[in-house]
């Protein structure tokens, strides 16, 4: 596999925008179970190895693990708020569960979990998330599960971008470029008007 | 119509983060044509007078406003840096095209126009947005439109929230409420796990 296009000015926004912990911060859509949309903040965990599919960490409690599993469709946008740039990217979302019957993405899945930090494992042994409130303080602060090997409840989302949109709001006038991936797997690049 | 009981922190985050111009910055999730999400990021141009609704500008030419014909939902995620809180607003969005006919909201489709820069009122004589690029850069530095009546292709969107989900990460654990409004168009707050 080869880099796609898009990968160089994004890695480029994201090196100009690191002093900003929230640079790798984005929002994903999806779809709800009744058509209507759902848009919800998550956080850029790097690209899977030798493929173009941006991870993302998620709990098969949340609501978007079944929506996904209906309609297996994703668009992030991502805002880098330093550079004034945006990247829209549409793609196939995959959930890797616990069960999900492929070794080497088992093993992305643990890789991930192991690189979270304590903080951010413990989430996913709270209470249900987006249940009513467990008001008992100690639910939330237990000690954090260990880093070797994720709960079952720990998934790893695969976001496989087939078009990405970048504009650049400094340009004058902007910049706006659409990258899309043909039936041939060739990454065809365009100018649009902003 | 009294105020939403989600307007007073979200009115708090708009103060809080004021300092940051992206902080009106929020990226809204509508559904394609063919049932795949899209997202991108719309500025916030204050609430509808006496009213809960959202404002936001866009071109009749772009892609959301077709895709809101269609299906006219929408979920807004809105994070605020600073004090690193999300907001997620899903609810009807409303396009009034020129044509709208009701006249209180072409009124405040021309006082949104007024209170645009030069710079944002000029980006709707641009051509074609999402088209292939015009390279003439002429095409993008012609005389700012007159700020006393908005071009034909300008149009107010209305977003009316029916749920908004308000989740705080700085909270120990994080804080997490949900407000719904009901059939009789009353809201219930509740609070959720994080």
Redesign the interface.
Known sequence: MSLAPWRSPLSRALHLNRS?P?SR?L?????RKD???????VVFRGFLEGSNQLQIVTDSRSEKVSQIEE?P?????W?F?KTRE?F?L?GNLTVITVDYPDESLQKARRLVWQQLSDGARS?FA?????????EK?SA??LPPPLPNEPLANFCLLLLAPERVEHLELRGE?QN?WQYDLDDSQIWIA?????
Chains 1, 2 share one sequence.
Do not use: H, I, M
């Open positions: 900003q929230y911060y929002q994903l859509a999806t779809v058509g209507r949309p759902a848009n919800r903040t309609r469709w994703g668009e992030a946008c805002y708020t945006q829209r549409l989430q709270w209470p249900d998330p987006g249940q009513k409130r467990v303080a939330f602060s006038p706006r365009r100018s649009l008007n902003p």
